[in-house]
């Protein structure tokens, strides 16, 4: 499993756009990035997966350069309720693969 | 899509005394779970991969003798906490995969529990 490293935590105000930043140096050729999104006392809850160049969907954006050394998830237009911590994480997870957590970056939303 | 529960949402208990945990994939077949503790402010710490018909694999530094994980069908495993003592209180968390890839991973609401 490929290490990842990502800030602590961020603040940003409700409405603006933010973007966390997740480094992967050691990424391996068949590993995906995945973020996961954790309310407090709730589970974490799966956001967006890539392999390369740009995902969206209907939460996010997820940004992969070239090299894939790093990706950068992308919340639109934020919100009071996207405050939680979010985690990368990066492997090339078969179906029974077991999931390590990072410490995650903790974003918090002002209004 | 896939969803696993877990009961209860929380529990409060008395030193000495064992809880037990259930986390169940609602609908699907889940031949693999995965048992996490998180302490506040902390991330998920992984305990155990359940795996059905056989034993659990713990974590190093995780006792298997006082966490005992049972996956005796393919929808439902459970975590027993034995002789509770609070400082067993924490967050246990289960999730299950549903097929291939990091998104194949649903989790539970996790459990919120309290050694007094």
């Known amino acids: 499993l490929a290490k990842t490293t990502q800030p602590i935590s961020m603040d940003s105000y409700e409405g603006q756009e933010v973007n966390i930043t997740c480094s992967h140096n050691?990424?391996?050729?068949?590993?995906?990035i995945t973020w996961y999104q954790q309310f407090p006392s709730q589970g974490p809850r799966f956001i967006i997966q890539?392999?390369?160049t740009k995902v969206t969907n209907e939460v996010a954006s997820l940004f992969i350069p070239a090299d894939r050394k790093s990706s950068t998830l992308s919340l639109p237009r934020v919100s009071l309720s996207d405050t939680a911590v979010y985690y990368c994480l990066v492997g090339d997870h078969g179906r029974d693969d077991k999931i390590i957590f990072g410490k995650g970056t903790r974003l918090h939303i002002l209004p | 899509g896939a969803v696993v529960s877990q009961h209860p949402s929380w529990v409060i208990c008395k030193s000495g005394t064992s809880v037990k945990i259930e986390c169940r994939s609602l609908d699907f077949q889940a031949t693999t779970m995965f048992w996490y503790r998180q302490f506040p402010k902390q991330s998920l710490m992984l305990m155990a991969t359940?795996?059905?018909?056989?034993?659990?694999?713990?974590e190093q530094g995780v006792e298997k003798d006082k966490f005992l994980i049972n996956h005796a069908s393919l929808t439902l495993s459970t975590l027993t906490v034995t002789s509770a003592h609070p400082e067993d209180s924490s967050f246990y968390i289960c999730?299950?995969?549903?097929?291939?890839?990091?998104?194949?991973?649903?989790f539970g609401s996790g459990t919120r529990l309290t050694v007094v």
């Open positions: 999730s299950a995969s549903v097929g291939q890839g990091a998104y194949g991973y649903t």
């Open positions: 359940s795996n059905e018909g056989s034993k659990a694999t713990y």
């Open positions: 890539g392999y390369k």
């Open positions: 050691n990424i391996a050729t068949n590993d995906y």
